[in-house]
C-alpha cells in the first residue's frame, strides 16, 4: 500500500501531520480500546491544532520548552504533535520522577510550561509532588506563578476537568485557542525549519545525572522513516503501543512511526500485560512493541488465558539486551513471524541499527541488525580510537542525519559524546561482521576486569538464560581483594521453580570458562529499572556490595 510522499530534511513535524491528513484522512491513526477513542487521521490534526492553539494563546512562543508528565494518555500524544506544529520544544519528563529529580529536569531545561497528571499509582501523587517543588501554586492565578525554586515556570497545565489552585485544566487551554485563527497556526508552523529543536529527551539517567537531548524534527522524522521501513509498516497496520511516551521507544519508534507510515496507533496507558494483549485483540494489531521483560510478562499471561494474537507480524524488542529465548517464544508463540529487533541510544533520535523482516531468525536472535538507511556505523579502538577490523571488538560509533544537536547547556558533556568528525561514541562495545550486522557485547563501563581476565555481563547472561528454571538474569561485577572484581549473578527464577548456589554452579561447570562462572548467586523477585524499563545495573552492583558485605572492598577499589 502506498506510503505517505514527503521529503525527510525538508519536513517538519507540523508539516508531516498535514501530509498524512491529506494524504489518508480516512484512515484510523488513534485508538485507544481501554477509552473507546477511535480517530482517524484527519480528526487528529484537527486535534493537535486545537493544542497548538491553545498552547499559543498562553503565549508559548517557538522554542519555548513545554514539559509534560504523564503516562501514555491521549494529551501527551496531542501535545507531542501539538507543539510539533506552533514549534514549542516538548520536554519529557520519566514518570517515576519525584521532587528532587522533577526539579532538576525542570530547572536544567529551563522549561516554563508544565502539562501533567495529577498521578500514576495514586490520584494526586504528582499534585503534591509540584506543589512541594512549588508552594506558590497554591497561592497564584492560573499562568502567573513565581516560584523560588523554578522562576521560569509560569504555566502548570493539569490534564482533565478538575480545578487546583494555580493550574490551568486542559479543557481552559483548549477554550483559550478558539481565540487564535487557522491563519496564525499556519503562520507559526511555517517559520519552523526542519533543523530546528523540537524534542528534548533527557536520558535515563542510568549513570550521573540525566542530561537534555536535543533532537531536531529531522533527527526524528528520519529515523522514523527508516524504523517503518524496517518493519514494512504501511497505512494497513496498527501498532500496540505499551512503552512509555516519554521515551524514545514510546513517541518515534512508536507514535512517529505510525505516523510517517499512516499506520494506527493502539497505545496502552499503562504496562498490564493482559491489557497489552485485550489490546492486540480487540484492535487486530500487526504490530508490538515492547522491552524484553514486557514480551516475558505477556508470555506468562498467555499460559494462564487465552488471547487471539494471530494478527500479529511484526514490532520490535529493544531497550535493553534481548534474551535469545524470548524472541523465539515471540515469534513462535504470539505469531510476530517479523518481529524485529533495534539497538540505539536517545542521542541517536534513537536507532541505529535493526534487523529486518527477511533476516533468518538466527540473525534476529544473535545480532541487533545492520545500520538504517543513512545512518554510519564502525567498531573503534575505545582506547586510541582507531577503526577496527570486522569480527574484532569495540566500541560502536554512529554518524549521519539522526545523531542529536548536543545535550541542552552542556557543551563539554556534548563534546565527550561526539567528536570533531561527527561521530556519536555510544559506550558500547559490539563485534560487527562481514555484512555489517552487529552483536553488542556489552557496555565499556559493565565490563568485568577479574584477575586481569575482561568479562562482559552479556555473555554469562545469555548462557545462563538457557537454565530451565530461570525466568531472567543480570550479571554484575563485584569489588575483590584478591581479584580485583569478581562475577555476581541475579536471578529470577519462574514461577514455582527453586534453586540453589550448588545447581547453577554446577549447570556452569564445564560449560563456560571457569572465570566466568559467577562466584555469587542472589536471587530476587525484581531488578531496579528506569520507567522505560532499562535495568539499572549500577544500583544492582551497589545492592550486591550491600549484601555480600563487600563495602571495605569497594572502598579499597575506589580509594
Not at 503565549?59 to 501539538?82: C, H, R
Not at 520522577?97 to 525542570?106: G, N
Not at 545480532?367 to 543513512?374: D, F, N, P, S
Not at 530476587?524 to 529499572?529: A, I, K, L, M, V
Request: aromatic share 8%; charged share 25%.
Amino acid at each position: 500500500m502506498q506510503l505517505p510522499e514527503f521529503e525527510v530534511g525538508r519536513t517538519t513535524i507540523g508539516q508531516l501531520v498535514d501530509i498524512v491528513a491529506q494524504q489518508f484522512g480516512d484512515r484510523p491513526a488513534v485508538r485507544y480500546h481501554r477509552l473507546g477513542i477511535d480517530h482517524s487521521y484527519r480528526r487528529f490534526r484537527d486535534i493537535c491544532n486545537q493544542v497548538a492553539k491553545g498552547y499559543m494563546a498562553l503565549g508559548i512562543e517557538k522554542g519555548d520548552k513545554v514539559a509534560i508528565w504523564s503516562n501514555n494518555v491521549p494529551e501527551w500524544l496531542y501535545t507531542q504533535f501539538g507543539t510539533g506544529k506552533m514549534g514549542a520544544v516538548m520536554v519529557t519528563v520519566n514518570t517515576a520522577y519525584r521532587s528532587f529529580e522533577l526539579e532538576y529536569l525542570m530547572k536544567q531545561s529551563e522549561a516554563e510550561t508544565l502539562v501533567m497528571i495529577g498521578g500514576v499509582r495514586e490520584p494526586d501523587e504528582y499534585i503534591r509532588v509540584i506543589e512541594d517543588v512549588c508552594p506558590e501554586l497554591k497561592d497564584c492565578p492560573p499562568g502567573r506563578l513565581v516560584s523560588a525554586k523554578l522562576p521560569r515556570l509560569k504555566n502548570v497545565i493539569l490534564i482533565g476537568r478538575e480545578k487546583r489552585p494555580g493550574m490551568y485544566s486542559w479543557d481552559d487551554v483548549m477554550k483559550m485557542g478558539a481565540g487564535i485563527t487557522d491563519e496564525a497556526l499556519m503562520q507559526r508552523q511555517n517559520t519552523l525549519q526542519p533543523n530546528d529543536t523540537i524534542n528534548m529527551q533527557y536520558t535515563s539517567g542510568t549513570t550521573g545525572f540525566p542530561k537534555g537531548v536535543m533532537l531536531s524534527h529531522t533527527n526524528i522524522i528520519g529515523n522514523a522513516k527508516s524504523i517503518g521501513a524496517c518493519m514494512k509498516l504501511s497505512p494497513k497496520d496498527n501498532l500496540c503501543i505499551p512503552v512509555p511516551f516519554f521515551h524514545c521507544f514510546g513517541c518515534v519508534l512508536g507514535t512517529l512511526t505510525c505516523v510517517v507510515s499512516a499506520a494506527a496507533m493502539s497505545p496502552v496507558v499503562a504496562f498490564r500485560a493482559d491489557d497489552v494483549l485485550e489490546t492486540v485483540q480487540a484492535s487486530k494489531c500487526t504490530a508490538l512493541h515492547g522491552v524484553p521483560t514486557m514480551f516475558i510478562a505477556e508470555l506468562e499471561e498467555m499460559k494462564n488465558n487465552h488471547y487471539d494474537t494471530s494478527t500479529l507480524r511484526t514490532g520490535i524488542m529493544a531497550g535493553s539486551p534481548c534474551p535469545i529465548e524470548v524472541m523465539k517464544q515471540v515469534v513462535g508463540k504470539m505469531g510476530a513471524s517479523e518481529m524485529t529487533i533495534a539497538y540505539g541510544q536517545t542521542e541517536a533520535s534513537p536507532v541505529i541499527t535493526q534487523t529486518r523482516p527477511e533476516d533468518s531468525l538466527e540473525l534476529r536472535v544473535t545480532t541487533v541488525g545492520r545500520a538504517l538507511a543513512g545512518v554510519e556505523v564502525k567498531i573503534v579502538d575505545p582506547e586510541s580510537g582507531q577503526e577496527l577490523p570486522r569480527g574484532v571488538q569495540g566500541e560502536l560509533c554512529s554518524r549521519g542525519y539522526h545523531i542529536m544537536k548536543g545535550y541542552f547547556n552542556m557543551p563539554g558533556e556534548t563534546a565527550s559524546a561526539i567528536d570533531g568528525d561527527g561521530w556519536l561514541h555510544t559506550g558500547d562495545l559490539a563485534v560487527m561482521d562481514e555484512n555489517g550486522y552487529c552483536k553488542i557485547t556489552g557496555r565499556i563501563k559493565d565490563m568485568i576486569i577479574r584477575g586481569g581476565e575482561n568479562i562482559y555481563p552479556r555473555e554469562i547472561e545469555e548462557f545462563l538464560y538457557t537454565h530451565p528454571k530461570i525466568r531472567d538474569v543480570q550479571v554484575v561485577g563485584v569489588p575483590s581483594e584478591k581479584y580485583g572484581e569478581e562475577v555476581a549473578a541475579y536471578i529470577q527464577l519462574k514461577p514455582g521453580a527453586s534453586s540453589s548456589d550448588e545447581e547453577l554452579r554446577a549447570f556452569c561447570k564445564d560449560r563456560i570458562a571457569y572465570h566466568k562462572i559467577p562466584a555469587f548467586f542472589l536471587f530476587t523477585d525484581e531488578y531496579p529499572s528506569t520507567a522505560s524499563g532499562k535495568i539499572q545495573k549500577y544500583k544492582l552492583r551497589e545492592q550486591a556490595i550491600r549484601e555480600l558485605g563487600r563495602e571495605a572492598a569497594a572502598y579499597i577499589e575506589t580509594a
